[in-house]
């Protein structure tokens, strides 16, 4: 079984509309990230989280927002989904402690598609 | 601002030719350096990373990379490349004391039979 696994896989959906991404993890990591990839771009971090109470913003974090259920669990939530934000997603998870040693693992990602 | 570049957009080589893939970075202090690949559909896969000492590295797959902090530079490399090594590869930074991986914008890599 996977680490890191996201739902949905792709996802398709319309302007406004509400749309939640989950990720869970199985590392019994601390820490948990969001990017999203668009060509030409590379990974741009949305949200992390250190710890279950602790959330920051990221690098382009508008029209987004987070929830840490639980250690094991990040979502990543569009309250108003638009177009610019048809992408692919990824959670990501490292180990507290580490430093700047911190190694990332990556879920296999969600492709998003805002008609 | 700390940032990753890699120069080249997409690189094509012939299966069996060597593979350099480059990765140049701002930072003041010392880095921490990744190199990613993603294959067609998946996830990201930590291919090699460095942290202080050697500064040649051995990854997964016969890549290594070299840090050469005179060209703030981080290239990859592979000697003999194989049809399968067609993906995306990415350069990762960190920052902030872990707090935040920086990466670079990918090369896509083309393996003609």
């Known amino acids: 079984d996977a680490d890191v696994t996201q739902t949905p896989r792709n996802r398709i959906t319309k302007t406004g509309k509400r749309i939640m991404l989950e990720c869970s993890q199985t590392k019994g990591h601390d820490r948990m990230y969001w990017y999203r990839q668009d060509p030409g771009l590379g990974l741009r971090l949305i949200y992390y989280?250190?710890?279950?109470?602790?959330?920051n913003k990221g690098e382009i974090s508008d029209g987004y927002s987070v929830s840490r259920q639980a250690q094991a669990k990040f979502s990543l939530s569009l309250e108003s989904a638009i177009p610019n934000q048809t992408a692919l997603y990824f959670c990501?998870?490292?180990?507290?402690?580490?430093?700047?040693?911190?190694?990332?693992?990556f879920g296999p990602g969600t492709r998003l598609t805002v008609l | 601002a700390q940032s990753v570049t890699q120069p080249d957009i997409h690189i094509t080589v012939s299966e069996g030719a060597s593979l350099e893939l480059r990765c140049n970075y701002s930072?003041?202090?010392?880095?921490?350096l990744f190199w990613y690949v993603q294959s067609p559909g998946q996830g990201l896969q930590l291919l090699l990373k460095?942290?202080?000492?050697?500064?040649l590295v051995q990854g997964i797959k016969g890549f290594e990379a070299e840090f050469k902090r005179s060209q703030s530079s981080f290239n990859l490399r592979k000697p003999s490349v194989h049809w399968s090594d067609a993906a995306e590869y990415f350069c990762?930074?960190?920052?902030?004391?872990?707090?935040?991986?920086?990466f670079g914008p990918g090369t896509r890599l083309s393996v003609l039979p």
């Open positions: 460095y942290f202080s000492g050697d500064t």
């Open positions: 930072y003041g202090a010392t880095p921490y």
């Open positions: 989280s250190f710890d279950v109470k602790d959330i």
């Open positions: 990762a930074v960190v920052y902030n004391y872990g707090q935040n991986f920086v």
């Open positions: 990501a998870t490292s180990k507290e402690g580490s430093g700047r040693r911190n190694e990332q693992f």
